[in-house]
């Protein structure tokens, strides 16, 4: 059986991986998982292809099955002319569009859900700007649980319809993300809703891990030297940080292979883990009027704010916000140049690797891998 503690990231306390734990009650800081063990060898991969490859590295108990819609295993795509155009030796672009509901946060939805359902829990409630009240939605129909989904009123009004189909219990909120927060934390404490918001719950870091091991797996169990990442809450940068320490621990890396450099990107609307990098700080404070098109981008008070500058600064990267207008550029840019229909947050982390090569910050010679986090067509009326 797999067994897992509960680790606060910021303090000692513990909790057992059996607790049906939010954050920290001594600090307030987010939960991690902390293996007992990890399998000895790659032979512990499952014959399957999605994320549930990766069971033995997971919180799955022995004869669990997951609630699964097929998340993970989307492609990573070499884009030559994008490499050349930037000045850069290799590029990719990870494509999480093409996940269930159309992006990344299916993969830690899929791990959220799985572990609320084993543990009984009479409802689930999220906060979003869009894509994870969607993903929420379609696997809470498929575990059976009820969903409440709280979201700005400026969501796109194509992910909000998504989240109604599936089922779930929409609540559109004035304001940004950290309002429709404080709504669903008081829903969560009145029905006794289990809220999955952002890192207020230990599992979906361990989904968007799955981000970290896959693309190993894809480049031949090495890692490339950039890896440019859309920021809003974080959760897949920390995991997947989390992922390379625990594959580099487990010895699953190819020997010659280093650690990559991590790089936030984010709209300079909103951008307050640019502005802690660029300040030398080890929290972020929060954005004042945030503003962006790139709704997922739009997360003035990011939880996890330590964990995403640690990633940063262990990993000697960089942070670079982008304008609206080159956020646009480069989304059409990505569709055009390579058939994948990015959301404006892919097209940020585009724009913001081209800003930083031309900087000289990331090196001509470098392979980078930029992640479109979700499709565009939900950005669409």
């Not at 330590?306 to 990267?317: C, K, P, T, V």
Request: net charge neutral; glycine share 12%; charged share 20%.
């Amino acid at each position: 059986m797999t067994d897992w503690t509960l680790e606060c990231s910021a303090c000692p306390h513990t909790e057992p991986g059996t607790a049906l734990a939010t954050v920290c009650p001594a600090c307030g800081q987010p939960y991690l998982v902390r293996y007992a063990e990890f399998p000895a060898s790659r032979r512990a991969l499952l014959d399957r292809w999605d994320m549930w490859r990766y069971a033995a590295l997971l919180p799955l108990r022995d004869g669990e099955e997951p609630v699964s819609l097929g998340e993970g295993a989307t492609p990573l795509l070499e884009s030559r002319e994008l490499a050349r155009a930037l000045g850069v030796r290799r590029l990719w672009i990870k494509d999480e569009g093409l996940n269930p509901t159309g992006s990344f946060k299916a993969r830690g939805m899929s791990a959220a859900v799985t572990r609320a359902k084993a543990m009984g829990v009479p409802g689930l409630v999220v906060p979003t700007a869009g894509n994870a009240g969607a993903a929420l939605a379609a696997y809470g129909a498929a575990a059976g649980v009820p969903v409440r989904v709280y979201a700005p009123e400026s969501t796109p009004r194509g992910i909000l319809a998504t989240i109604r189909t599936l089922g779930a219990e929409l609540i559109t909120v004035a304001g940004h993300i950290g309002d429709a927060g404080a709504q669903a934390r008081a829903f969560a404490a009145e029905r006794g809703f289990f809220d999955v918001s952002t890192l207020r719950e230990p599992y979906r870091i361990e989904g968007k891990k799955t981000m970290g091991i896959e693309l190993a797996e894809q480049l031949g169990w090495r890692l490339p030297d950039v890896i440019v990442y859309p920021t809003g809450g974080g959760t897949g940068m920390i995991g997947m940080w989390k992922a390379f320490a625990e594959l580099r621990e487990m010895g699953w890396l190819d020997a010659r292979s280093s650690l990559p450099r991590m790089v936030s990107a984010q709209a300079d609307g909103c951008a307050p883990i640019v502005r802690a990098f660029a300040q030398h700080a080890d929290r972020a404070r929060p954005w004042e009027n945030p503003t962006t098109h790139a709704s997922g981008l739009r997360v003035p008070g990011p939880l996890g704010d330590r964990l995403i500058l640690r990633a940063l600064y262990e990993s000697n990267g960089a942070a670079g916000a982008a304008s609206e207008s080159a956020i646009r550029h480069a989304t059409a840019r990505i569709g055009r140049t390579t058939g994948v229909d990015a959301a404006p947050e892919g097209g940020c982390a585009l724009a913001v690797c081209e800003a930083l090569v031309a900087a000289g910050n990331i090196a001509s010679d470098a392979e980078v891998v930029l992640f479109n986090t979700g499709g565009g067509v939900g950005y669409r009326d």
